[in-house]
């Protein structure tokens, strides 16, 4: 029997490159950085019966017309919102995401973000890089505290809540908007509010919503001038979950105290009115970005494509 085939868009960490050389034959070996032409995803399609993708690959129906034996598409992400789930359906395509194992790699980032803005460390560090420090100053750089303050979290699951979880450690207060309920577990206490109540009451605001059709654009100019003129809000769950125009008119003008973004609305481009704002924390995509967090990604998306392939249910199938 010749080994199936598998598309890997991108690079993944070595041993997970290892793993599909050894059970797979790959349709290309895919280069360190490089992105993937229309042309080379469609004969990646085209070729495989499984295909490893990135959150930064548009799956669309046409792509997918290509696909002649495909039986997997496997999303190296938590989020699907890059995929037409509706056309892969139509095609018998299994889809699958990696939830759980960027949980907590995802739930730090956010608090590396709010840490960052509150505290204004990269505003420190380019004080001492460029030599702009003139030694310690009783009002200098003077930031925010984090404790006794009030976290609001928007979407409260698997993320939403290892976010909430991590706050009782600042004793920080937890407000929460979701869909549904979420009990707190022993020990720590959350409450669930009306968004415009957690935007109002909140000192930071953190995004762990997916994106959909109901939650694009989620907070604009409205949500923004519902939260207090010191609040901080933190987004590292997808662009256009915020309207990004309006959050940079909220920023300039005081609406708002700061912002601590790990995506952007038209990845990788970054709205250059952001760029300017000392008050803002810009980083690129790092969620899940640590090594361990990568490699797990990697098994999970090898274990849904061996199960699919082998005629077994896939573990991380999304509806
Ligand atoms: C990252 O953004 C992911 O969805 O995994
Ligand atoms: C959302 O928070 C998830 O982990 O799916």
Sequence with gaps: MPLPTVYVTRLLPAPIMAALRERYRLVTEPADGAIPTS???????????????????????DLLSHAMKLKILANYAVGYNNIDLA?????????????????????DLAWALMLSVARRVVEGDRWVRTGTWRGWAPTQLLGADLAGKTLGIIGMGRIGQAVAQ???????????????????????SWERRPLDEVLAEADFVSLHVPLTESTRHLIGARELSRMKPTAILINTA???????????????????????????EQEPLVHPGLIGLPNVVLLPHLGSATLETRIRMGKICLDNIEAVLNGRPAPNQVS
């Design 87 to 107: 056309a892969a359906k139509a095609r018998g395509i299994v889809v699958t995401n990696t939830p759980d194992v960027l949980t907590d790699a995802t739930a």
């Design 39 to 61: 042309d080379e995803l469609r004969t990646g399609f085209a070729e495989a019966d499984a295909v490893i993708c990135m959150l930064s690959d548009s799956i669309n129906a």
């Design 166 to 188: 991590r706050a009782q450690g600042f004793r920080m207060r937890v407000l929460y908007e979701s869909r549904r309920s979420v009990a707190s577990p022993p020990g720590f």
């Design 238 to 264: 997808r662009g256009p979950v915020v309207d990004e125009e309006a959050l940079v008119v909220a920023l300039k003008t005081g609406i708002i105290a700061g912002a601590g973004l790990d995506v952007y």
